[in-house]
Structures are given as C-alpha cells and as structure tokens.
C-alpha cells in the first residue's frame, strides 16, 4: 500500500534555511508529479508547490514563490521542499501528495495541483 512521509521538519529561526523530505515506502515515484503541501493551526490546507515527474515543470503558489524550492531525486525516490527566509507564517504541518489518476506525471492546476493522495506531515516551526 502506498505510504507517504515526510521529515526534517522542526523549529527555524527568521531567516534560516531548512530542508524538508518526502519519501514512500517503496512505491516508485518517478512517473509521478508530486506536490508539497502545508496546514497552519486553524487554517485550511495550502498548496504551496508541484513538481513533473521529470522535473521539467514546477509550480508555486504566490506566498512561498522566490522563497521556497522543489526538487526531486527520482533514483532514491524522494522529492524535497528548501525553505529559505522562513517566516513566522510558514509554521504548520507539511506533507506531500502524488498524482495516481489520469495524467498523472504533470502538475495539475492549484490549490490542489490535481493529487489523488497525501501522506504523513511533519511539522516546522519558524520562530525567534
């Protein structure tokens, strides 16, 4: 069954750099757009960025473009979310999503990028 996890969340301070992870449990990823997305307390789910399967296409939603950065490493199956000058805003719980339906290796339109499934989160805190 496929499971999705993401990692490497924590706190971060104003201004720092983090990178958080996502991996499966063996379920190939690479014929697949993934799509990294975020829940803040009290708040609804945010897409925040789609990455194609073959990485030749991203998208970014307006409040993490130029901050945040999506990429991918299809031979070990991970796709990753850099997060640069994080604000205090960024805090939430981010988990990513794959794309299993029809056209699944391209990136659908937002907020949901067109994923079928999501996995577990891990949580980032930005504070001082």
């Known amino acids: 069954q496929l499971e999705l996890v993401a990692s490497g969340g924590g706190l971060a301070q104003p201004g720092a750099s983090l990178r958080i992870s996502c991996v499966s449990n063996?379920?190939?990823?690479?014929?697949?757009?993934i799509a990294w997305f975020r829940q803040a307390p009290g708040k609804e789910r945010e897409g925040i960025a789609c990455?194609?399967?073959?990485?030749?296409?991203?998208v970014y939603a307006e409040s993490v473009k130029g901050r945040f950065t999506i990429s991918r490493d299809n031979a070990w199956s991970r796709v990753y979310l850099q997060i640069d000058s994080p604000k205090p805003e960024d805090t939430g719980d981010y988990y990513c999503?794959?794309?299993?339906?029809?056209?699944?290796?391209?990136?659908?339109?937002?907020?949901?990028?067109?994923?079928?499934?999501w996995g577990k989160g891990t949580w980032v805190t930005v504070s001082s």
């Open positions: 990455i194609s399967s073959s990485s030749d296409n991203t």
């Open positions: 999503g794959i794309k299993v339906g029809a056209a699944r290796s391209t990136c659908g339109a937002p907020p949901d990028f067109g994923m079928d499934y």
């Open positions: 063996g379920f190939r990823l690479e014929n697949h757009a």
